[in-house]
């Protein structure tokens, strides 16, 4: 499912998410019988325009619980944050972003079989913030707003 949502040059959203479901037989590699699960994942930006020159954007992921022939994922999640700040007539642009805002993203795991039951967590030691600039040389390319399209009807 895909939603998008546009309020002028104002505020953008824009969502998206897919359901799907899942089952394993490991059997035949020793495991036991067959498991499954519904697992989900989705994704949203949200961009405000908050001048004709600073824009700032939120965005997110998240995915639930998956299986594995030995275990289970544990579901994740990240917000990152944003800002951009035009300047010389949208030619220099300084940039700020911050990923993994609320120091949330980590990749969990839990092994469960008859050898071994263990339960696995990777994360970083912290967010990361970019501070960066871009500059832009020549000319901006501009659209007509009066765009007719022509068709080839031979």
């Known amino acids: 499912m895909i939603c998008s949502a546009d309020i ?6 824009n969502f998206n998410t897919d359901v799907f479901y899942n089952q394993i037989d490991a059997s035949n590699l020793g495991y036991g019988n067959k498991k499954s ?14 001048t ?3 824009m700032f954007q939120l965005n997110s992921n998240y995915l ?26 949208g030619r220099l642009s300084l940039l700020l972003t911050v990923s993994d805002l609320f120091n ?3 990749r969990e795991i839990d092994i469960n079989t008859s050898q071994l039951i263990e339960n696995s967590v ?8 970019y501070l960066g600039f871009s500059y ?3 000319t901006k390319s501009r659209k007509p707003k009066d765009i007719n399209l022509k068709y080839d009807e031979n």
């Open 104 to 106: 949330s993203l980590k």
């Open 64 to 89: 639930s619980a998956r299986l594995t022939p030995q275990g289970e994922f544990h579901p994740r999640y990240v917000i990152n944050i944003g800002a951009r700040q035009e300047f010389l007539e």
């Open 136 to 138: 832009n040389f020549g």
């Open 122 to 129: 990777a994360a970083r030691d912290s967010r990361i913030f």
């Open 52 to 54: 004709k020159t600073l």
């Open 37 to 50: 699960i519904i697992s989900w994942s989705g994704s949203g930006t949200l961009n405000l325009n908050i």
């Open 8 to 13: 002028k040059n104002l505020l953008t959203v």
